[in-house]
T-cell receptor
Framework: EDKVVQSPLSLVVHEGDTVTLNCSYE??????LLWYKQEKKAPTFLFML????IEKKSGRLSSILDKKELFSILNITATQTGDSAIYLC???????????FGTGTSLTVIP | KAGVTQTPRYLIKTRGQQVTLSCSPI?????VSWYQQTPGQGLQFLFE???????NKGNFPGRFSGRQFSNSRSEMNVSTLELGDSALYLC?????????????FGPGTRLTVL
């Protein structure tokens, strides 16, 4: 059965800390892995990863994919209270373009 | 460019009723995907439409159906509502199928089934 597992389920850190969120997957016909940030509204797109070892970076956020070990990490450096959100990982397959989402990591950044 | 819009934003129904939700994608986007989000199950894929054709479907019963019109607007229908159908229903649009090159979500429709 195809599945995406995110860890930890929740995380509380202080402003300025660096966090690493994990996403592991077991799907057939992997196409791409996506990260989203969801606050009190709809998810917003962060990154799409298709190739192993190539880091995607946007400001304090970065992500990398390991297709051999079947996981991705999302790093957030110098966290701010505005980073508090649920971070979702999704895997898209080549077979019918199926999306499989993890249950998310809830990140809380306290001042 | 206007974002993805969904109507209605909130809906309260009773068991056994049916409901139709609407999603208007970003102008020029041809793919619309629907998701159900609940606290226990997270975000689950319902189906995707591209150019008026259902491209793929998640593991949901036949009570969940959808369609897409020639202007790419999409509707989702749930018949014979059950309490467990209470959820946030999100739609997302993208230029191409499979959420390519990136996917934009609408604000969602919060459905409560009593």
């Amino acid at each position: 059965e195809d599945k995406v597992v995110q860890s930890p389920l929740s995380l509380v850190v202080h402003e300025g800390d660096t966090v690493t969120l994990n996403c592991s997957y077991e799907v057939t016909n992997f196409r791409s892995l996506l990260w989203y940030k969801q606050e009190k509204k709809a998810p917003t797109f962060l990154f799409m990863l298709t190739s192993s070892g190539i880091e995607k970076k946007s400001g304090r956020l970065s992500s990398i994919l390991d297709k051999k070990e079947l996981f991705s990490i999302l790093n957030i450096t110098a966290t701010q209270t505005g980073d508090s959100a649920i971070y979702l990982c999704a895997v898209v397959t080549n077979t019918g373009n199926q999306f499989y989402f993890g249950t998310g990591t809830s990140l809380t950044v306290i001042p | 460019k206007a974002g993805v819009t969904q109507t209605p934003r909130y809906l309260i129904k009773t068991r056994g009723q049916q409901v139709t939700l609407s999603c208007s994608p970003i102008s020029g986007h041809r793919s619309v995907s629907w998701y159900q989000q609940t606290p226990g199950q997270g975000l689950q894929f319902l189906f995707e439409y591209f150019s008026e054709t259902q491209r793929n479907k998640g593991n949901f019963p036949g009570r969940f159906s959808g369609r897409q019109f020639s202007n790419s607007r999409s509707e989702m229908n749930v018949s014979t509502l059950e309490l467990g159908d209470s959820a946030l229903y999100l739609c997302a649009s993208s230029l191409w199928a499979g959420g390519q090159p990136e996917q934009f979500f609408g604000p969602g429709t919060r459905l409560t089934v009593l």
